[in-house]
């Protein structure tokens, strides 16, 4: 009987992975707190997170617990036509954290979903209203997502070129990084049209992007502008959400309050796939009517699966707690004092921060892609030293659970300047 590696290579085709020359996965048997376990016995600190979608650690006892109680009462129901108490209750739970223009909740399966679910609500607006527009504004650099409609409004690169021919069109703007508001905004003026149907942003911070941020400021202005022109505005908090960026989410940075928001990942405490898209009164007003067309012909099997609903939940009973908000803003400074220790270190540049989340660049010679093998000898050197990292080409970022110690903290830290060292 050959070992879970060949057994997975034999049947298994990975997410994101050239499976002719990734090597073998690791076998995880077992997860608790920030720690992975692996079948040799390792003990490896994850420290993105499970892809940005851990809030609490791995195998958290009051989510599973929850869950398990929810498994035995209803494991899932159509949701067209029915309704039960744990969609109900997290809907009635979210809204009030969100910002205080969103008033329904429609629910999908994943983050490239709550986009598809925005996209489709901007443009059947429009639709419904008989004005129809057809513009998307988005930034360079921007990810929010893999199906089609969520490729389209994502920047394009080399994950995309084989699909370009049937991704709709986008006007993209830079992204307003530090140093490029002016040029951004001059070039918003132009793009700004009264046809834009909707400007969709990650807010403040671009994930997949490269952990690029920007100043809430020059976000509000932006927004300001899109609105002025009817646009409506979707942030894509599938990543930044639940206080990823140290406020619940980063929406709350911007007095702008965006007309369309979409969550996943942290949404359960990263245990089920679920996702969220939100709007406000005047676009769910939009969809009502006695013409039936007017409705929006979406949904998805496992739209509102009791069991992940009842796991955000259990996840909001742990985040939306002092300690956990402490825990927030303990992980943040512990961050800035090694981003301050990175910043006069040779062969780091561009060290940012925003609340739970420390990216920095490694400078290299010149060639800086997703492909650049600095990204391998990284994620191999950290691995090795039982630090899960997974650099974006040459951007290192930390993205821990809340849950993660000082001391564990410090392992992650230490394995950097390690790395960093050797360069
Ligand atoms: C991960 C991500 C998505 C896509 O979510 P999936 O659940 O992976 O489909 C969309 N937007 C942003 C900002 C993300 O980080």
């Given at each position: 009987m050959s070992q879970?590696?060949?057994r997975d290579?034999a049947?298994?085709w990975h997410?994101?992975?050239?499976m002719?020359?990734?090597?073998?996965?690791?076998p995880?048997v077992r997860?608790?707190?920030?720690?992975?376990?692996t079948a040799?016995?390792r003990?490896i600190?994850d420290?993105?997170?499970?892809w940005w979608?851990?809030l609490h650690?791995?195998a958290?006892?009051h989510?599973?617990?929850r869950?398990?109680?929810?498994?035995?009462?209803?494991?899932h129901?159509?949701?067209?036509?029915?309704t039960?108490?744990p969609?109900v209750?997290?809907?009635?739970?979210?809204?009030?954290?969100?910002?205080d223009n969103q008033?329904r909740?429609?629910?999908?399966?994943?983050?490239?979903?709550?986009?598809?679910?925005?996209?489709?609500?901007?443009?059947?607006?429009?639709?419904n209203?008989?004005?129809p527009?057809?513009?998307?504004i988005?930034?360079?650099?921007a990810?929010?997502?893999d199906?089609?409609?969520?490729?389209?409004?994502g920047g394009r690169?080399t994950f995309?070129?084989?699909?370009?021919p049937f991704?709709?069109?986008?006007?993209?703007?830079?992204t307003?990084i530090?140093?490029?508001?002016?040029?951004v905004?001059?070039?918003?003026?132009?793009?700004?049209?009264?046809?834009?149907?909707?400007?969709?942003v990650?807010?403040?911070?671009q994930?997949?992007?490269?952990?690029?941020?920007?100043?809430?400021?020059?976000?509000?202005?932006?927004?300001?502008?899109?609105?002025?022109?009817g646009?409506?505005?979707i942030?894509?908090?599938v990543?930044t959400?639940?206080?990823?960026?140290?406020?619940?989410?980063?929406?709350?940075?911007?007095?702008?309050?965006?007309?369309?928001?979409?969550?996943?990942?942290?949404?359960?405490?990263?245990?089920?796939a679920?996702?969220?898209t939100?709007c406000?009164?005047?676009i769910?007003?939009?969809?009502?009517?006695?013409?039936?067309?007017?409705?929006?012909f979406?949904?998805?099997?496992?739209t509102?699966n009791?069991?992940a609903?009842?796991?955000g939940?259990?996840?909001?009973?742990?985040?939306?707690?002092?300690?956990?908000m402490?825990?927030?803003?303990?992980?943040a400074?512990?961050?800035?004092?090694?981003?301050?220790e990175?910043?006069s270190?040779?062969?780091v540049?561009n060290?940012?921060?925003l609340?739970?989340?420390?990216?920095?660049d490694l400078v290299?010679?010149?060639q800086?892609?997703?492909?650049n093998?600095?990204?391998?000898?990284a994620?191999?050197?950290?691995?090795?030293?039982?630090?899960?990292?997974?650099?974006?080409g040459?951007?290192?970022?930390?993205?821990?659970?809340?849950?993660?110690?000082?001391?564990?903290?410090d392992?992650?830290y230490?394995?950097?300047?390690?790395?960093?060292g050797t360069?």
């Open positions: 879970l590696p060949q290579k049947v298994i997410p994101f992975t050239q002719q020359t990734a090597p073998l996965p690791v995880i997860g608790e707190g920030s720690v992975l376990h040799d016995g003990a600190l420290m993105i997170s499970s979608v851990n650690g791995h958290h006892p989510i599973a617990s869950i398990s109680d929810q498994l035995h009462t209803l494991e129901v159509i949701f067209a036509g029915f039960h108490e969609a209750q997290l809907a009635e739970r979210l809204l009030p954290i969100l910002p008033r909740v429609f629910y999908s399966d994943n983050g490239s979903t709550a986009v598809e679910v925005a996209l489709k609500m901007a443009f059947q607006y429009w639709h209203l008989g004005q527009r057809r513009k998307v988005a930034f360079e650099d990810y929010h997502g199906t089609f409609g969520a490729m389209a409004v690169s995309t070129t084989p699909f370009a991704l709709f069109d986008v006007t993209f703007l830079p307003p530090p140093g490029r508001e002016a040029e905004l001059e070039l918003a003026k132009a793009a700004f049209t009264d046809d834009v149907a909707a400007f969709i990650e807010p403040l911070v994930g997949s992007g490269g952990m690029n941020m920007y100043a809430p400021a020059v976000l509000d202005q932006l927004f300001s502008m899109a609105r002025a022109k646009a409506l505005l942030a894509d908090e990543m959400g639940f206080g990823r960026t140290g406020k619940l989410f980063a929406s709350h940075y911007l007095t702008e309050k965006p007309d369309l928001m979409c969550l996943s990942k942290g949404l359960t405490g990263g245990t089920m679920l996702g969220v939100t406000t009164q005047a769910y007003d939009a969809f009502l009517s006695t013409d039936r067309m007017k409705t929006l979406h949904g998805h099997s496992f509102a009791p069991l609903c009842t796991a939940l259990a996840s909001l009973d742990l985040l939306l707690t002092p300690d956990r402490a825990d927030i803003e303990r992980i400074a512990q961050h800035a004092l090694f981003a301050d990175l910043r270190t040779p062969r540049e060290v940012r921060q609340g739970t989340l420390l990216a920095f290299t010679d010149g800086t892609s997703y492909f093998t600095i990204r391998d000898v994620y191999n050197f950290l691995l090795e030293r039982d630090v899960l990292m997974r650099p974006l040459n951007v290192l970022y930390l993205m821990p659970p809340y849950c993660t110690t000082n001391a564990q903290l392992q992650a230490g394995a950097v300047r390690a790395l960093l360069l």
